[in-house]
Nanobody
Framework: VQLQASGGGLVQAGGSLRLSCVAPGRTFTSYNLGWFRQAPGKEREFVASIRWSGTPTIYADSVKGRFTISRDNARNTVSLQMNSLKPEDTAVYYC???????????????WGQGTQVTVSS
């Protein structure tokens, strides 16, 4: 499964961005999906995940109340709505998919190429 993430960009602190991830030519209705991020010099960290059915969703403590993960199985799309962005949210964001796993570890089988999010102070 090839994943394509998009929607990153440069935004001021307090602003919003919406990331999307699609799997061209494939349906991922049976896949659990997750978002991770990696800042320069840091390890890849979990952001949010959503099970194939749409529930449950899991969030990292650092993004709870600000980020929302959702999926549209009819459009083979998973989104990450990011509000109240902070400079520490700056990172490359990756989407990931797995048939069985949907937890916080980067143990997903399939990964997208990443999209850069930069939040200026």
């Amino acid at each position: 499964v090839q994943l394509q993430a998009s929607g990153g960009g440069l935004v001021q602190a307090g602003g919003s961005l919406r990331l999307s991830c699609v799997a061209p030519g494939r349906t991922f209705t049976s896949y659990n999906l997750g978002w991770f991020r990696q800042a320069p010099g840091k390890e890849r960290e979990f952001v949010a995940s959503i099970r194939w059915s749409g529930t449950p969703t899991i969030y990292a403590d650092s993004v709870k109340g600000r980020f929302t993960i959702s999926r549209d199985n009819a459009r083979n799309t998973v989104s990450l709505q990011m509000n109240s962005l902070k400079p520490e949210d700056t990172a490359v964001y990756y989407c990931a998919a797995d048939r069985r796993y949907y937890g916080m570890s980067p143990s997903y089988d399939y990964w997208g190429q990443g999209t850069q999010v930069t939040v200026s102070s």
